[in-house]
């Protein structure tokens, strides 16, 4: 689970973006997720974003259905770069829901098709801001090269941060420099909103949005590690939540032919993790997909 921007402490962990950072449990079932939940969310006065309000007791009613549930399955979800198993194994789940007396309402979350451009702009900005601290002086990793102060601060970070890392520190510094400022992060940020936007539409009339949470199954570990393209690809369907701040969860609902697990994502509005947690406990008590585990 993602849970709502704040619903969570972020304190201890090593800053990525910051107004997208959020603690989540991974866990082998619902009731465990719910447990965790219970533990780790609520006020710390030691983060400033998290927020103060009441910690639900999540185990107490995940085993109660949600009765009338309205189920948002944008149109968006299911376009073009879907694998056809995934697909097949999402509308099957979406079924499943129907026959334990859910509803499903055709959505449209017009601006998701721009979430993955926005978020990979908002975080590399924000990653590279939060990261000018590892500098070889202050934290993290410094070079054993006796050299002076500029090149003792380039070494370490050139040493210490992998690829991948300085790919986005490159990208943020770029998309923040004065100049550019504007045509990428801040309309960046424009499009944030109207992300975000999209989805107050749908929780106003749906429970909860449901659709895949990858486009395809895994890939085998380095795969797309020399086309950052496509690894980013793979983000299309989760962006939007982190970009939203609203709470995101990943139930199992199949395999592929080749035995990969497939995952159902479900979306909720701000704040309301134990309904999410109550409709994917629905799906888990009806299937056992959670119980099964890929042949590695
Ligand atoms: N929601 C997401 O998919 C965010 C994580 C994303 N994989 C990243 O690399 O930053």
Partial sequence: MKPTYGRVSRYGLIAFASSLDQVGPFSHDVRDCALLMEAIAGHDRRDSTSVDRPVPAYTRTLDQPVTGLRIGVPKEFFGQGLDAEVGAAVRAALKEYEKRGATLVPISLPHSPYALAA???????????????????????????????????????????????????????????????????????????????????????????????????????????????????????????????????????GFTKAGLPIGLQLLGAPFEEEKLLRIARMYEAATDWHAKRPTL
């Fill in 119 to 253: 978020y990979y702009i908002v975080a590399p900005a924000e990653a590279s801001s939060n990261l000018a601290r590892f500098d070889g002086m202050h934290y993290g990793h410094r070079t054993a090269e006796k050299v002076d102060l500029i090149a003792t601060y380039s070494k370490s970070r050139a040493e210490g941060f992998g690829p991948e890392v300085q790919r986005r520190i490159i990208l943020g510094t770029y998309v923040l420099s004065s100049g550019y400022k504007d045509a990428y992060y801040v309309k960046a940020l424009k499009v944030r909103r109207l992300v975000k936007k999209d989805f107050d539409d749908a929780f106003a009339t749906c429970d909860v949005v449901m659709g895949p949470t990858t486009p395809s199954a895994a890939f085998e570990a380095g795969e797309k590690s020399d086309d950052p393209l496509a690894l980013y690809l793979s983000d299309v369907y989760t962006v939007s939540c982190n970009l939203a701040g609203i709470p995101g969860l990943s139930i199992p609902c």
